[in-house]
């Protein structure tokens, strides 16, 4: 089957605890995205990678961390330096210039 | 950078009425847009998009959208809405600002279609 898949759909955090969010893809694209999703705020960019080992800030990196060691896979971290984690949790592909392709997302809760 | 204002967060409707969800975007040079629909918990799913040539572009489940760039507008129309249309709306255009392509989202807006 193919496409993005995220792992896991809801997950659950502990105050002080980090979290990793699985983004796994193979479209084949280049490109991987990270964003997050609160109520009323539409999309806003986490991170971002064109090219494998090589990735860039977007514009709510604080509190987060990503690697990008295989072209399929983009991992986000979710450390303990992010204050209000809990939100919905997007990752994308693209070729390039054209549509980005999204998975199904992973939702955060800090309990 | 590229921005972009969805100037309704929420629009009301009546099944079977036409429907305009409007948009806007920052920067008048040469732009990729795209509208996204969201149903509930789930990821995005591309309705249309602009890359060029013709202004009026149409796309899935009937949908249509007019590039106007003299307004810098992507506005997304539908002549009949059905109540399986309710779910939010995302504008985004492409930004490559510093040499990374990425999309630029707006705020969103809740198409919400009643009997």
């Known amino acids: 089957d193919g496409g993005i898949t995220q792992s896991p759909k809801y997950l659950f955090r502990k105050e002080g605890q980090n979290v990793t969010l699985s983004c796994e893809q193979n479209?084949?694209?280049?490109?991987m995205y990270w964003y997050r999703q609160d109520p009323g705020q539409g999309l806003r960019l986490i991170y971002y990678s064109q090219i494998v080992n090589d990735f860039q800030k977007g514009d709510i990196a604080e509190g987060y961390s990503v690697s990008r060691e295989k072209k399929e896979s983009f991992p986000l971290t979710v450390t303990s330096a992010q204050k209000n984690p809990t939100a919905f949790y997007l990752c994308a592909t693209s070729t390039g210039r054209t549509e980005a392709f999204f998975g199904q997302g992973t939702r955060l809760t800090v309990v | 950078a590229q921005s972009v204002t969805q100037l309704d967060s929420q629009v009301p409707v009546f099944e079977e009425a036409p429907v305009e969800l409007r948009c806007n975007y920052s920067s008048s040079v040469s732009v990729y847009l795209f509208w996204y629909v969201q149903y509930p918990n789930q990821g995005l799913q591309l309705l249309l998009k602009?890359?060029?040539?013709?202004?009026l572009v149409k796309g899935i489940n009937g949908f249509e959208a007019e590039f106007n760039k003299s307004q810098t507008s992507f506005h997304l129309r539908k002549p009949s809405v059905h109540i399986s249309d309710t779910a939010e709306y995302f504008c985004a255009v492409n930004d490559e600002a510093g040499g990374y392509n990425k999309l630029i989202f707006g705020a969103g807006t809740r198409l919400a279609v009643h009997p």
């Open positions: 479209l084949n694209h280049d490109a």
């Open positions: 602009y890359l060029s040539g013709s202004t």
